[in-house]
């Protein structure tokens, strides 16, 4: 049987090469397929982030460990806010030279000292409560929490195996979720916006850059953590109940013994959702190219009734990737083999010679398959997984 289960698995990769021919097509056709396998995981990986970190080992965990979690809104802010620090970094430590390492000199003593409203000592780096109503849900309105958390990262120099770099995220709401209690244990809750007028000024990132600047003062200041240079970006949360992450809105680069900020540069990334009337009001072609392909997948493979969701990435204003999900639940070996062959045949109906995508095949929560576009290879790659 399993000889039989193995010539079958042949004939399905033969066929699948034909049919997506002239497109790079690689599937495990036995158990024993190692070295392909290898082969296969190395590509993805190649293509979906061409620079990645190795952990220092052993690993060690956040020293504020939990906190990030007790204090930024979800866990779709969460990942972006670890995962972009991590991205950012690459340009001022080079995974060739550094071993990334969690954050290992900010607590929960300091990150929670700065998280609190200011005081007449000076404590505190969130706004104080001015001229106090009484009403604590109102007071909690015009006098928002903006600063969220900070993340550190750090970076182990290879050789020496010295810190010889440090990255900092300061995340700040756009929105302040409130939840409050007045001096009976009454608790009160509502939300509001950062910046809520229209002077074309993000009030939230110009904040952010003041406690910045106090915050870098206090790392310099204090004897227990490195002289290191430093790499150091603002993130603005997304909404909790949004389904795509915040945005990053600036960053600076602090040289070794410096405690000043001399310039601030912009980011502009922005994601998408697809489908979403945000993406359709700010790229209708491609919103319609995705709708087509989504259509034709639908239409084809209606017995599976595939859901596809999309994630699309824009950086200053172009699209720059593109990640989309076809959660198709039960799917069958044979199934899987069709819905990839035909999403490589018709991927060429949304494909950017600049843009890489990402096409992920999901079965209830499990990756199961993946097709993606390098569009430096210029080359289409589709497996199983």
Known sequence: MTMIKEQNEMVIKKSALIWLSPLFFLAACSDNDDVNTKEEKMYISSIQKKEIYEIQQPAKQNVSRGLIVSHMNNSININEIEKGLMNL????????????????????????????????????LNPAIKNSTGNVLEDEKENPLILSH????????????????????????????????????????????????????????????????????????NATIPNVPIYLTLYQESNKNDIIPGVFLADTYIAEGKEKIDKWNDIDKKDYTFPSDALYSLDQDTYNQLLKFKEDIQQNFKHLNPKIIGKLRYENGKLADIKIEVHAPLINDTELIGLLQFIGTKLNTILFDYVPVTIRIIDQKEDVGIVLWDPKEKQIFATPI
């Open 89 to 124: 970094s690459v340009d001022h430590f080079s995974p060739n030279s550094f071993y990334m390492q969690e954050g290992q000199y900010l607590d929960k003593t300091i990150i929670n000292q700065w998280l609190a409203r200011k005081t007449e000592e000076g404590l505190g």
């Open 150 to 221: 900070v993340l550190e990262q750090n970076f182990i120099n290879k050789k020496s195996g010295k810190i010889e770099g440090m990255s900092l995220a300061i995340s700040l709401n756009e929105f302040y979720d409130i939840r409050v209690s007045d001096d009976k244990g009454l608790i009160y809750t509502g939300q509001v916006k950062v910046d809520n007028n229209d002077d074309d000024v993000n009030d939230v990132a110009k904040y952010g850059k003041e406690v910045a600047e106090r915050i870098i003062k206090d790392i310099r200041k």
